[in-house]
């Protein structure tokens, strides 16, 4: 099993940035990826990041180009960065785990293993 937390959320202007981190703990010698969610009061959590342990990164569509997300491989920690916010980019983000990592779940809730309680951002 493998613990995350997440850290870095706040508040900022549009058009700002922050940097989000998912520290790893437990059996993390078994992770294949790491995914990035977020969610918005009265919304479904979507999908917004995924990186893949051979460096390998997937970005949804509203968050490409501007968010970029990377891992630092001795402290196995995860990082969100994200730049140009937007109002819209509110919401609580959870980072997630796998050690499967099929292509076809990244995208999706049910394709993570392992998740952490989370960290709010909000843009205004």
């Known amino acids: 099993h493998v613990q995350l937390v997440e850290s870095g959320g706040g508040s900022v202007q549009a058009g700002g940035s922050l940097r989000l981190s998912c520290a790893a703990s437990?059996?993390?010698?078994?992770?294949?990826?790491m995914g990035w969610f977020r969610q918005a009061p009265g919304r479904e959590r979507e999908w917004v990041a995924t990186?893949?342990?051979?460096?390998?990164?997937h970005y949804a569509d509203s968050v490409k180009g501007r968010f970029t997300v990377s891992q630092n491989s001795r402290s196995k920690s995860v990082s969100l960065q994200m730049n140009s916010l937007k109002p819209e980019d509110t919401g609580m983000y959870y980072c997630?785990?796998?050690?499967?990592?099929?292509?076809?779940?990244?995208?999706?809730?049910?394709?993570?293993?392992?998740w952490g309680q989370g960290t709010q951002v909000t843009v205004s």
């Open positions: 437990g059996n993390t010698d078994t992770t294949l990826c």
């Open positions: 997630a785990q796998d050690h499967l990592c099929e292509w076809r779940f990244i995208r999706v809730v049910g394709g993570y293993q392992s």
């Open positions: 990186f893949y342990t051979d460096g390998t990164r």
